[in-house]
Nanobody
């Protein structure tokens, strides 16, 4: 089993910055890809960014240039540094980790961008 715990969400003004963290625990040796997804009210969950154990990254077009994903702590923690936040970034952000082909999700952390 893999447990994911997110932190760092909150209220931020448009144009501001925020860093999300996600710590993995449990059977973590088999985790390869970790990432962040978000779900805005009334919308489907969508990809924000992913990072492999080797450090290869992938970003949604909508966040490129404003978001950086990274991993640390023996690859067990994943961060999402967000800057120049827009109102449409308001959503619940979920941490994701693939143990083999099995996805695991965190409980989500709310990010609210105000004008």
């Amino acid at each position: 089993q893999v447990q994911l715990v997110e932190s760092g969400g909150g209220l931020v003004q448009a144009g501001g910055s925020l860093r999300l963290s996600c710590a993995a625990s449990g059977t973590i040796a088999g985790i390869n890809v970790m990432g962040w997804y978000r779900q805005a009210p009334g919308k489907q969950r969508e990809l924000v960014a992913t990072i492999t154990r080797g450090g290869a990254t992938n970003y949604a077009d909508s966040v490129k240039g404003r978001v950086i994903i990274s991993r640390a702590n023996a690859k067990t923690t994943v961060y999402l540094q967000m800057s120049m936040l827009k109102l449409e970034a308001t959503a619940v952000y979920y941490c994701n980790a693939y143990y083999g082909i099995e996805p695991h999700w965190g409980q989500g952390t709310q990010v609210t961008v105000s004008s």
